[in-house]
T-cell receptor
């Protein structure tokens, strides 16, 4: 069965520094992978997706993610973090018939 | 587009009462999902519909929970009777029929209903 894992409950980074939020996946076949962000008291918002093609995917708000098949990873990255990036980030994998399975979430805290 | 609309945004009620959560999906979307989010269990898929028909309800925790989609623009999630352990944020999401093309997002989420059962 398809699944994703987010090994870090929280990531702390200083403003202006690069950030990485980790995600690994398990799937039989080719994965469809996604990142969503959740701000306080809001629903999940789509950031980016990997379906096929280039391993480096660019998304909203300056985020990007690198698909690595050999390491079964899909880490979310941003070259320079902003305080406003502080939020809860979810990795997700497509499990068929439009359904997604979400990871446990990683709380990103960007300190000024 | 107004996005996925959920009501109420907050609900506080006493144990044993019936609770009804409502969702209006994005017009034209033919998939609708109900999720529950808690600190302990994270984001769980409860049930989802395609063209108003339930496809998978294996995530519904027990018989106290039921969901309906009487038409393409409205769905309800009902808990009867409610219990304190049902306290959570409940999200509705909708999806068009193309994954990865056209509509960029696989699922669009509402802002949720925060449910507190006392």
């Amino acid at each position: 069965a398809q699944s994703v894992a987010q090994p870090e409950d929280q990531v702390n980074v200083a403003e202006g520094n690069p950030l990485t939020v980790k995600c690994t996946y398990s799937v039989s076949g080719n994965p469809y992978l996604f990142w969503y962000v959740q701000y306080p008291n809001r629903g999940l918002q789509f950031l980016l997706k990997y379906i096929t093609g280039d391993n480096l995917v660019k998304g909203s708000y300056g985020f990007e993610a690198e698909f690595n098949k050999s390491q079964t990873s899909f880490h979310l990255k941003k070259p320079s973090a902003l305080v406003s990036d502080s939020a809860l980030y979810f990795c997700a994998i497509y499990t068929g018939r439009r359904a997604l399975t979400f990871g446990s979430g990683t709380r990103l805290q960007v300190q000024p | 587009d107004a996005g996925v609309i959920q009501s109420p945004r907050h609900e506080v009620t006493e144990m044993g009462q019936e609770v009804t959560l409502r969702c209006k999906p994005i017009s034209g979307h033919d998939y609708l999902f109900w999720y529950r989010q808690t600190m302990m269990r994270g984001l769980e898929l409860l049930i989802y519909f395609n063209n108003n028909v339930p496809i998978d309800d294996s995530g519904m925790p027990e018989d106290r929970f039921s969901a309906k989609m009487p038409n393409a623009s409205f769905s309800t999630l009902k808990i009867q009777p409610s219990e304190p352990r049902d306290s959570a944020v409940y999200f509705c999401a909708s999806s068009s029929n193309e994954l990865g093309t056209g509509d960029n997002q696989p699922q669009h989420f509402g802002d949720g209903t925060r449910l507190s059962i006392l």
